[in-house]
Structure formats: C-alpha cells, structure tokens
C-alpha cells in the first residue's frame, strides 16, 4: 500500500513538475547567467563578460538613451497608478457594498451596484490589446480618433502633434488606459473583503454617529488592509510591464523619441535586435525592480493582522 | 483623474460634519455622478468602436457618433479574410482548447496531490509552483524563445499549447490546492474501504466533488490564455502564425502604411465577442473566481 501511494504521487507530478521546470524554471535561471555573456542569440559562440552588460546599459549613451528612460517611466507608474487604481476601488467598493446607508438603517450599496460592478469589472476579460487598439484609437492623431473627431464637431481642429504623439502626456495616457482597465477587478476585490466584514461593526460606528467617511477611515480600511497590501503588489508588477500596451499604443512603440518607453519595451528591442545577451540584462535589472517592490512593500506595511 | 477621485471625498468631508441624518443627499449626487461617469467611460468607447465596424471610412469621419446609415458588414469579411482575423481566431480557438485542457489535467493532478498527500518535498514542490506568480515573464523570456526552439516547438500550436499550461500552472496549483483542502475526508476514506485505488478516488470521487472549483479556474485560464499576447507575439513568428491578441497588434501596427480603419475596428469586434459572451454567462464565476483565488 505505501509503495502504491508512493507511485501515485509520483506519477501524478513527474509530468506537470518536468514541464515547469522545463518551461519556467530553468529560462529564469538561464537568464541570470546569459545577463553576463555577449550572446547575440542567432551566434552559438559566446563568452562570459562578467557585469559589462549592466555597465553598458547604464553608462553606454547608445544604450542608455533606451534604459534610462525607461526605468523612469516605470518608477513613475509604479509610484503613480497603484495609488490612483487603490483610491478609486476602494471609493467605489465602498459607494456599491457600504454607501448606500441614507436609504433605511440596514447597511447596504447604493442603487444600482449590481449594474455598476457588471460594467467596471468588464474591461478585465478584454485582451490587453484589444485595450490598447481601442484606446490607441480613440487618442488618435488625425481625424479618425474619437476624441479628435468629438473637438472637430465642436470646431476645434485636429492638432497632428497631438494625444499620444505629444511627449508630455503620452505616458499619462498609458497609465491612463492601465487604471480604466484595473480598476474594475480591484473593486470586485476589495468588495468581496468588505462582504466578510460583519455588518454590526457598522452598525455600531453608525450608532455611535460616525459620518461616512470617518466610517471608511476608521472601520473600513483598517480591516481591509491586507487585502490593500496584495492588491498594492499585483499593481505594481502590473506597472512594471506595461509593454503590450505601449508596444500597442504609442508612436515607435515606446515614442515619441522614447518618452513613454519602459523596460519590456528595451528588453523586446534588444531581444529583435540580436543582442540576446544585453536583453537578458534588462530583465535581470527588471527582476530586481520587482523584488525591491515587494520586499519594500512588505516590510513598510507589515503591521498586526486585525481579527474579526 | 487624480482631481476627480478627490472631489467627491470633499463633498463626503463638508455634509459629513453636518451631521444631519438626511446629509447622505449631497454625497448621494456625487457618488452616483462619478460611478455614471465611470460607467459611461467603460460604455461609450466600447460601442463606439462597435458603431464604427459596421460604417463605411467616409462615414467614420462625417458623422463618429451616429448610428451608421448603413450597416457595412463587408468589413467582417474583410477582416476576417483580409486581414486574417480568421486565422488567428482558429489558431487561438485551437490553442487556448488544448492549452486550458492540459493545464486543468496536470494542473488538478499536481494540486491534488499537493494538498491530500503527505510525502517528502510536498512543501517544496509547492512553493515552486507557487513562487511563479510573483515573477515577470519577461525575465525568462528570452530563454525560453531558444529553448522552445531547440526542442523543434517554435511556432508550432503544439509548443505553445506547452508554454501556455506552464505558465498557468503556478496560479491553477494555488487555487486548485486551497480547493482540495477544503473537500471532506470522510467520502475519501469511505471510497478507499470499498475499495477505491488512488487512481480512482481522483477521477470519480475527487474530480466530480471539485467541480466548481475546477469550473472556476477553468474559467480564469481561458480568459488569460485567450489573452496572452507577450508569449505568442514572441514564439509564433511568421506570416498567419498569429493568434488573435498579437494578430490585432500586428493588424493596428499595419493600419501605419495601409489605413483600413472599419476593417480594424471590425476585427476588434470579432476579438471582443468571445470574452463578451463568455463574461455574460459566467459573470457571477469569474468574479467569485477571481477574488477567491486572490483572497487568502
């Protein structure tokens, strides 16, 4: 019987460990040890060169026209979006589970919640793509772009160094279409947290003759800080990509003259350009941008787990 | 988007201190004013661009906002063979079916095992699996294009119906196995004293018990897998190779030097309709699906 089990385990978990380890495993760790080679990726023939990959990057003006850009950019949206999406899903989880208070004394959404979590939660089935194609369309240059046909209606001429082609608020515009499409999956999120915070703890602070944001701040978010702290780390591996939608989105993929590049983008042009080694560098330098995020994250907020 | 989030919070602050049990009114007006607006932002592009698919370029110009005078269908067929949305529709149909069937399979089996049985580097194995979630793809991919490669794979169906189920592997273990502890033991231990193999208890009592939660996941992983766009843009290289994702990438990127703006927007629509209706149907599962896996 014990050799029976042993047998079952293992023929149960050689094939899906083999295939991660194939598949995920071991394309991690070479990564690490092709970030030190000059391996151009079509050349069999390569030799180890230690950090001169991350030297270049960094110091090289060819190289680091792409990556210092870039690295901004993402610091920027990794400081900037999780804010904003956190924000704006806790208001509205909060308006659709717990706002609706004015109506009776039970503790309930406001009208229409079901609805509303319907629509917000829907960009988060659409392909990242297909975001960036409809939006790309919509800040569009010329005169088919939504917008710009809206200004045309109204008189106001189409400006051909406008929307995304305008250095100064290209990037905007990408996180601008990366909060339209989270916030909706946060919102669903925090209210399934909210739902198993009992309800006479709101009654109580309602009793106790709490307005409704003093409520949120006091009752609210406290006890719904973990959840905070996870959704604060998924976002920011989310803003640390944003490739496909820059690759989508922007004038040169990642233009105008670099200004919403970002690290996906550098390492996708190293990796075309045969330069298979530095592109490996990049998401060396990538993966340590977001262990820094969440040890950093983890750490800051650690604090007494609330029990209820 | 930074002044709207705050507005309504100042509306909150001033009735708040009034403290008069009708004060909800004001922020009412507010709250209400903002989730409308948020809706009609999510509403309006997305019917735009249905609009637009169906009216001729002229017509896109004139008149963006109205109902088209004529429904142009001719650009579905245009971008279904024109542009190959065709194609990549039926590569995607092909490797999203077979990616989201293999990875349940050895998914199940992994997480299965993982959480019922106790043996040696139980504990490692699973942290391994789950350890994946919190790495970027884009760290591995590069050796992943040469080892794809290597084994013959590159730009197969096959190869990548491969990638896709490793890659979705870490969160379907995680879900998976949270999942298989929940189920009771009793009904485990009665099956194995009438006789049960292993073998047996995983397919007709486990699976069948599990089936909501495989339902779920199974859920998740088609919506991811039929959005993938990093990993087909970089291993399915070549002409009509693409699947839907990365082919309406390619598509918009094409739109540079030979504008069909309806035929693009067409091809929107065709992508659009399968995760529409799959959200229709199963809405109430994926968002429960959804939290429940990310809630601990």
Not at chain 1, 131 to 138: D, H, Y
Not at chain 1, 169 to 190: K, Q, T
Not at chain 2, 145 to 161: A, Q, R, S
Request: aromatic fraction near 14%.
């Amino acid at each position: 019987m014990k050799q029976r089990k042993g047998l079952f385990i293992t023929s149960f978990l050689v094939l899906p460990v083999a295939l991660y380890a194939i598949m995920v495993i071991s394309p991690f760790l070479q990564a690490f040890y092709y970030s030190m080679t000059n391996w151009t990726g079509t050349n069999p023939n390569y030799k180890f060169v230690g950090l001169d990959n991350f030297k270049r990057l960094f110091t090289n003006e060819l190289y680091s026209v792409y990556l210092i850009p870039a690295l901004k950019h993402n610091a920027f949206l990794l400081i900037a979006m999780p804010v904003i999406v956190i924000a704006l899903a806790l208001f509205f989880a909060f308006m659709l589970n717990v706002g609706g208070r004015s109506r009776g004394s039970r503790i309930r959404g406001v009208g229409g919640s079901k609805f509303y979590k319907i629509v917000f939660f829907f960009p988060q089935v659409l392909s990242v793509t297909v975001v960036g194609v409809l939006w790309g369309a919509i800040f569009r240059s010329d005169e088919y772009g939504f917008l710009n046909s809206i200004l045309a209606l109204v008189g106001i001429p189409t400006k051909p160094s406008g929307w995304l082609s305008d250095p100064d608020i290209v990037l905007l515009l990408v996180m601008l279409v990366m909060i339209w499409s989270s916030v909706g999956f946060y919102l669903v999120y925090f209210s399934a947290a909210m739902s198993s915070i009992p309800t006479e703890i709101y009654e109580a602070s309602m009793l106790d003759g709490a307005s409704r944001v003093q409520t949120f701040f006091k009752v609210t978010l406290p006890l719904l800080f973990e959840s905070v702290q996870t959704a604060w780390i998924y976002l920011g591996i989310i803003a640390l990509d944003a490739f496909a939608l820059v690759f989508v989105m922007t004038p040169e993929q990642g233009g105008p003259n670099h200004s919403s590049e970002v690290l996906g983008g550098v390492m996708y042009h190293y990796f075309s350009s045969s330069k298979a080694a530095v592109a490996c560098a990049v998401g060396v330098v990538l993966f340590f941008f977001t262990l820094t995020l969440v040890m950093v994250s983890l750490r800051a907020t650690r604090r007494e787990r609330v029990e209820y | 988007m930074q002044t709207d989030t705050r507005a309504p919070e100042k509306g909150t602050a001033t009735t708040g201190t009034r403290k008069q049990p009708k004060s909800g009114g004001v922020l009412n007006v507010f709250s209400h004013g903002f989730l409308a607006l948020w809706a009609i932002m999510i509403i309006v592009p997305l019917a735009w661009v249905v609009m637009t698919a169906f009216k001729s370029d002229d017509e896109i110009f004139t008149d963006p906002l109205g109902l088209p005078s004529q429904w142009h269908w001719e650009n579905f067929t245009r971008a279904w063979e024109k542009a190959g949305i065709g194609d990549y529709f039926l590569n995607t149909v092909l490797v999203v079916g077979g990616g989201v069937a293999l990875t349940m399979l050895l998914g199940s089996m992994a997480a299965y095992v993982l959480a019922r049985y106790e043996f040696r580097l139980n504990k490692f194995f699973y942290l391994m699996f789950v350890a994946g979630m919190m790495f970027p793809v884009f760290l591995a991919l590069v050796p992943l294009y040469f080892i794809v490669d290597n084994l013959g794979l590159l730009g197969t169906h096959f190869g990548l119906i491969l990638v896709y189920t490793a890659y979705s592997l870490p969160f379907t273990v995680f879900f998976l196995a949270a999942f298989f502890k929940t189920l009771p033991h009793g009904v485990a231990e009665a099956a194995m004293i009438d006789g049960a193999g292993h073998y047996r208890l995983f397919f007709q009592v486990m699976m069948p018990m599990a089936r909501s939660g495989l339902v779920s996941v199974a859920i998740f992983n088609i919506i991811g897998q039929w959005n993938q766009f990093l990993l087909p843009q970089v291993l399915m290289p070549g002409e009509g190779n693409n699947l839907l994702a990365d082919g309406i990438a390619s598509v918009a990127v094409s739109q540079r030097y030979d504008p069909d703006f309806s035929g693009l927007m067409a091809s929107m629509v065709i992508a659009m309709i399968p995760a529409f209706v799959a959200y229709v149907i199963f809405q109430r599962q994926i968002q429960a699906g959804l939290t429940a896996g990310a809630i601990k």
